[in-house]
């Protein structure tokens, strides 16, 4: 069955309560990036690490990914330093496996990650959700470090994974690529490659390991294809799904909003019944929440109170699914 998990920061905060308020006890965590204790220790390093996760455990919670990374960009783009980049990597994927955290979720966008053009579009209630209009960037200019093709990205992880993917066997670690966000390519000369169904299957060929497999980020996937319970059982009966983000959008990849998760474009039932029918028992998330009244905006789809309302749906739909089956 499905555990639900929430993502937490590394340092006690509301949503920590909120979360455990809420039967929530496993924890998706970022790197303690913070933390006053690290001295000459990076934050991927063993000790950090180990507070970090005794933290966690301290208020009641298994840590089930570590959804954060080191600098990249070096490595996606082929650049001089990205064996430095890839070491780093491979030392968090080492001392993720000395303490048993089982999963990294990582992603392979070069210059920028998730990318909004608002962070506040009104939606049911007076609730602010972001939102992508692809229109808004006819005018902007290329990143800094200039363009970059698909086939150079390919060639660029090809290498990643060829140094991190025996690391990551060893240490008994999964390596869940998160899609790319939205899913179009290119965007402001980026290339971009984890945006379709095909090329999803294409990583997991290009190098068949037990430590390859993916996030399965519904709001992504669902802007790649109309079945998103299809792609999920494509995924799911490969063995190929680590993790899951539960969210929905409303509209499609050039031009979408995040929805509520009972309000959006997808069968979120069916898509509960696929995780079943696969026997995928790893954690699920909810991911990209509304703004509801009585809490800030300033960080934009991560409500705490939002949350709330998320988990209780998915809850509701695990418990309906899951007893179906009896």
């Not at 089982?102 to 966008?109: G, Q, S, T």
């Not at 995924?235 to 680590?242: E, P, R």
């Amino acid at each position: 069955m499905i555990k639900i998990a929430e993502v937490l920061p590394p340092s006690p905060a509301l949503v920590w309560k909120l979360a455990s308020q809420a039967g929530v006890s496993e924890v998706v965590g970022g790197l303690p990036f913070d933390d006053p204790m690290n001295g000459s220790d990076e934050p991927w390093d063993y000790m950090p690490l180990m507070r970090m996760k005794q933290r966690y455990e301290d208020a009641g919670f298994n840590v089930a990914v570590i959804e954060a990374r080191p600098p990249l960009n070096k490595a996606k783009r082929g650049q001089d330093g990205r064996d430095e980049e890839i070491e780093t990597a491979c030392r968090l994927l080492e001392n993720m496996g000395r303490l048993g955290i089982p999963v990294w979720c990582y992603e392979w966008m070069a210059d920028f990650n998730w990318l909004r053009t608002s962070t506040a579009k009104l939606s049911r209630g007076g609730s602010l959700v972001t939102s992508f209009d692809l229109s808004k960037l006819d005018q902007a200019p290329n990143t800094p470090d200039g363009p970059i093709s698909e086939e150079e990205l390919w060639e660029n992880l090809e290498y990643f994974l060829e140094k991190t993917l025996p690391v990551a066997e060893k240490a008994g670690v999964v390596m869940a690529m998160h899609p790319d966000d939205p899913p179009l390519s290119p965007v402001r000369g980026v290339g971009r490659i984890m945006s379709s169904i095909d090329n999803y299957q294409r990583l997991i060929d290009m190098k068949p390991s037990p430590s390859n497999a993916i996030t399965m980020c519904q709001g992504n996937f669902t802007l790649m294809t109309d079945d998103l319970p299809g792609a999920i059982r494509q995924f799911g009966n490969q063995g190929k799904i680590a993790f899951v983000h539960f969210r929905d959008v409303i509209g499609d990849k050039t031009n979408f909003e995040e929805a509520w998760h009972d309000a959006g474009k997808t069968d979120m039932l069916e898509c509960m019944r696929a995780y079943r029918d696969v026997g995928f028992d790893g954690v699920l998330r909810p991911d990209h929440v509304p703004t509801v009244s009585g809490d800030a905006n300033n960080h934009a789809g991560y409500s705490a109170y939002g949350r709330l309302y998320a988990i209780g749906y998915i809850r509701g739909l695990q418990e309906a699914v899951y007893r179906e089956s009896n």
